[in-house]
């Protein structure tokens, strides 16, 4: 994206105050709006980017108010002080309600953020220790070397400040190893995982992140104020910090500020105009607000940053990653012993109810082989797919890959053994480039944790990762799309993809779920051509896959499934003439 539009975003921002005449309602509507993009900039994070809804973020707003508020009025200490201190609590507090509402999904967890919000307001005003409803007063101002931030106009560009500092540091962490991590909850936290994320720790993460930047916005708001009280922190409030980043577009830092400053504004002017067009008082704006909502999710459903930044996009140019130069390559796993068995299942089970998915199956895949599951649909393949990687439980049975039992071993784990696997409903990330979602697949081979990306301490990891996901694209004949969002490719392309990032693994088993479905006949011929290379260098490779010619020109082993039970194994010839393969499948297939 080009950086014109967020220069000129900041330019109008320092000098609007510097208007002569301004209005100094108008310089306080603006130290609003900075104060609510700070909160608006965590909920891109949590919301736009890692698909967490959260009606609670004016509690955490709330929290650093009132942090400063009771540590400054009664207890004497310095305002300055008190922001390392509310961040801390804020945080501390953030961690443990996370760890408890995300495990919730879908339209519970907004609901769960609702029900902390609500509980919030109630105890603040109704606990003396809060001064109930009455709230705290008194609170002193912000002041630096004698200079006291007690007028709008100079609490205005610390404001600002705070606002690019935290759009920076979010731009860093969404661009880094962990903002990956937090994107790739949008793909599903099976795929994630089966990247290595650890998804309870990515999405906490993003929980607390969102909650410290509200917090810095409620210390600001509690010394500009000089006053709290719950109102400011209820629901509604949670709701217009929602709004602000959905209209400004929730998958976009700069979206925040715009967000934030169109809905500052037309409630303000709102709440002017309609009680003289009504007649009477009352909290109309909700209404208006509502209607203004659908039309921009209508018109423009990414919010409108999107709609401003699209006319100075730099055409034709690619990912500036591109042009870095070569660094050192990352580290590799030692390649198993050609041979040697490396995954072994034994009486693997898995009932679903009444079916039996998976009914007591052994068989074994050693280095360097390559063995196709085939059978018919609803044999159990998928299912066997699951067992082995974690993401399912098995009712009985047991897996070993190497020496270890893996049985039972959550998906990440797995993972971090070398086992890497692809899926038979491609699970990219829309969002996202082509480039961008292989290097996920490279997340367990760098360490750069959240403070390093936003400090930018992580450049030379982030370049040799970026450089990995090359190497894969280009072995997989991808490299030309690697700055395309991953799913305007078709579906066949997307596939392979998904190979792109199994391999940034750097995988000594591959699990391949119906690889060359959607292939056309020159690309089957590479992947097949691709995957023999893998099998020379020593990988174990285990495909699912119903092109029977792709099936018995590249396979060693065929191991045939059908109503979850092992109905042959051998070599592909084998298997051609086993009449009770050809009465259950292979006549069907051919
Ligand atoms: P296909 O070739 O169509 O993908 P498959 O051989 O991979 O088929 P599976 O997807 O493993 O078959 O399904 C095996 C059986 O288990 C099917 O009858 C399916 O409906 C059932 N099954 C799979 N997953 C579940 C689940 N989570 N809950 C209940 N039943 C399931």
Redesign the pocket.
């Known amino acids: 994206m080009s950086r014109l539009p967020p220069l000129i975003a900041l330019a109008v921002a320092i000098l609007v105050p510097l208007l002569p005449g301004l209005p100094p309602f108008w310089v306080t509507l603006l130290d609003y709006i900075g104060l609510y993009a700070i909160v608006a900039i965590g909920l891109v994070v949590l919301t736009g980017v890692g698909g967490m809804t959260s009606f609670g973020q004016a509690m955490f707003v709330g929290f650093g108010a009132y942090t400063t508020a009771i540590l400054t009025t009664r207890y004497g200490i310095s305002p300055w002080a008190t922001l390392p201190i509310a961040v801390l609590i804020t945080a501390c507090a953030a961690y443990l309600i996370g760890a408890i509402t995300l495990r919730l999904s879908g339209h519970y967890l907004p609901v769960g953020t609702i029900a902390w919000n609500i509980s919030f307001y109630y105890i603040t005003g109704n606990l003396d220790f809060f001064r109930r409803y009455d709230g705290i007063s008194g609170i002193p101002p912000l002041s630096i070397a004698g200079i006291s931030f007690i007028d709008s106009a100079k609490l205005y560009y610390l404001i600002l400040l705070v606002v690019v500092l935290a759009i920076l540091a979010t731009q860093n962490l969404l661009d880094s190893r962990i903002g990956r991590a937090i994107r790739a909850l949008r793909g599903g936290a099976i795929a994630a995982e089966s990247c290595g994320v650890d998804t309870s720790s990515a999405k906490i993460f993003a929980f607390v992140y969102a909650a410290v930047l509200a917090s810095v916005s409620g210390w600001l708001y509690a010394h500009m104020q000089r006053a709290v009280n719950p109102s400011p922190f209820n629901i509604e409030a949670s709701i217009e910090y929602l709004l602000m980043a959905v209209v400004g577009g929730a998958g976009h830092v700069w979206g925040a500020l715009l967000g934030a400053g169109i809905v500052t504004i037309i409630k303000d002017q709102l709440q002017d105009l309609l009680p003289k067009l009504v007649g009477q008082q009352g909290n109309y704006e909700i209404i208006v607000f509502g209607v203004i909502l659908v039309a921009i999710l209508q018109t423009a459903p990414d919010g409108l940053w999107p709609l401003i930044v699209r006319p100075f996009r730099r055409l034709g140019k690619s990912a500036s990653r591109q042009a870095r130069a070569a660094v050192e390559a990352l580290a590799r796993r030692e390649a198993p012993q050609r041979g040697n068995a490396l995954l072994e299942v034994k009486g693997l089970r898995k009932t679903?109810?009444g079916?039996v998915?998976?009914n007591d199956i052994d068989f074994s895949v050693a280095g360097g082989e390559i063995v196709s599951l085939i059978?018919?649909?609803?044999?159990?393949?998928?299912?066997?797919f699951?067992l082995i990687t974690g993401v399912?439980r098995p009712s009985a049975g047991e897996v070993r890959f190497g020496s270890r039992a893996i049985t039972n071993l959550p998906p990440r784990l797995v993972a971090r053994l070398g086992l890497a696997r692809t899926f038979?409903h491609v699970r990219l990330i829309a969002a996202m480039s082509v480039i961008d979602n292989v290097a996920i697949g490279a997340h367990l081979r760098g360490h750069a944790g959240a403070l390093s990306g936003i400090a930018r301490l992580d450049r030379t990891e982030e370049a040799r990762l970026f450089q990995e996901a090359r190497r894969q694209l280009e072995r997989v004949g991808l490299l030309g799309e690697a700055d395309k969002p991953a799913t305007s490719l078709a579906l066949g392309q997307q596939r392979i993809v998904e190979i792109a990032r199994a391999l940034c693994l750097d995988p000594t088993f591959l699990l391949l779920d119906?690889p060359a479905a959607g292939l056309r006949h020159q690309e089957k011929a590479a992947l097949a051509g691709l995957l023999r290379k893998l099998g020379d260098e020593g990988v174990a490779i285990l495909l699912?896959e119903?092109d029977m010619d792709f099936v018995m020109g590249l396979c060693e082993r065929v191991i045939v499934?059908n109503f979850?039970s092992k109905l042959a194994e051998g070599t592909p010839a084998e298997i051609g003439r086993d009449p009770a393969v050809v009465e259950a499948y292979l006549g069907a297939v051919a």
């Open positions: 679903y109810g079916l998915a998976v059978g018919p649909n609803g044999a159990g393949k998928t299912t066997t699951n399912d038979q119906e699912v119903h499934m979850g």
